[in-house]
């Protein structure tokens, strides 16, 4: 009797498990998923140069139940576009481009618009030129292999812009693939090769890679999307080779944050260019647009936050950067949603919402 009287009395006296921080987003990552009823997801979040927390939840390969890691490749959509501006900015730093030069400096091929449209206003998107036209199937989802880059500006090379470059904002994938195709020339080698020699391998990003389409790439996911009703099937398929720069490269989240804290807090870029990426561009009146040298610039909760969103075949992707908590999350699925009844997905309150501020003070994980 003594016994089980002091047994319960040291129950009563343990302190009572409280869930850490890290738990408890690893719980959340898997409650995202199963509400977006998604194959795989993965999520990372460092501050200042240690990763506080990187997990993977689902399956990489439905058909042959690989699970998905953290080291899984994965398709980053329009967060491609962040490292395409990277790599000009890098560029304009050794002063291989001037962000203010006519584009044709560099792509000699492109035709003449009237207006010079420079580096800097491809990476803003206030060069006038147009967007996908996503009614148009083929033209959103391309099917040609272009073994070079620069042969797939065909497709909106000869359209009338869509106002004077340095007018109004319009956000174009298009714009960014010339860009692309201007550093690559630049760098006098291919986007994928300059995109290695003169961002992933500087910064150590293994992971992050265009995702070329005859290549075997190992880690990378299968790609799926998620249909009315909850069904997963595999995607559309997708030629990424017409848009590296704009969506088509891989990379993981762990990669992502290790990238923007590089770019905001690093010593990639100097001042002057890291102010490039920092700052909202100005149409030609003075008016600013909320997006800088590759990045939306926002204001959440009074605090500034750098952060691009992706969407892609097969995929959803978000990186954001904290200045004031020197804080850097990403996130990326291997799936994206078709029909309008699913709503927003869930993936993008996690990682938006959710993980900055369950994070924003937790402890290292590794340096």
Aim: a negative charge; glycine letters at 8%.
């Amino acid at each position: 009797m003594r016994t089980l009287i002091l047994t319960i009395a040291l129950l009563l006296a343990a302190p009572i498990h409280a869930e850490v921080p890290a738990e408890a987003a690893s719980r959340l990552l898997r409650d995202a998923l199963a509400r977006d009823h998604g194959p795989g997801m993965m999520a990372a979040v460092a501050r200042g140069s240690c990763l506080v927390w990187s997990d993977a939840a689902g399956h990489a390969d439905l058909e042959q139940q690989v699970p998905l890691t953290t080291d899984t490749r994965m398709r980053i959509g329009s967060v491609s576009k962040t490292l395409t501006a990277a790599l000009a900015l890098r560029l304009v730093q050794d002063g291989q481009m001037d962000p203010d030069a006519d584009i044709r400096d560099y792509v000699p091929a492109f035709p003449d618009k009237g207006h010079p449209i420079t580096p800097g206003q491809l990476a803003a998107h206030v060069s006038g030129i147009r967007h996908y036209d996503f009614t148009n199937l083929m033209e959103a989802n391309n099917v040609r292999y272009y073994e070079r880059l620069e042969d797939a500006l065909v497709v909106f090379a000869g359209d009338d812009l869509l106002a004077t470059p340095g007018e109004s904002f319009e956000y174009s994938s298009f714009g960014y693939n010339l860009l692309g195709v201007a550093a690559a020339n630049a760098a006098g080698m291919s986007f994928g090769e300059a995109l290695a020699a003169r961002v992933t391998m500087p910064l150590g990003l293994e992971d992050t890679l265009i995702d070329h389409p005859l290549m075997l790439i190992p880690s990378r996911t299968r790609f799926y999307t998620v249909v009315d009703g909850g069904g997963a099937i595999n995607t559309i398929w997708r030629d990424s080779s017409d848009y590296y720069p704009s969506g088509g490269i891989l990379s993981t989240a762990e990669d992502l944050v290790k990238f923007a804290r590089a770019v905001f807090a690093g010593d990639f870029l100097d001042a002057e260019r890291r102010q490039l990426a920092q700052t909202r561009a100005e149409t030609n009146d003075g008016a600013e647009v909320a997006y800088s040298f590759g990045w939306e610039v926002r204001a959440v909760n009074g605090q500034r936050r750098y952060e691009h969103g992706g969407e892609t075949n097969g995929a959803y992707a978000r990186v954001i950067y904290l200045p004031e908590h020197d804080l850097a999350v990403a996130g990326i699925t291997n799936y994206n949603f078709w029909g309008e009844t699913l709503g927003e997905a869930a993936f993008f309150e996690f990682i938006v919402d959710t993980l900055p501020e369950l994070l924003a003070g937790a402890e290292c994980a590794r340096p």
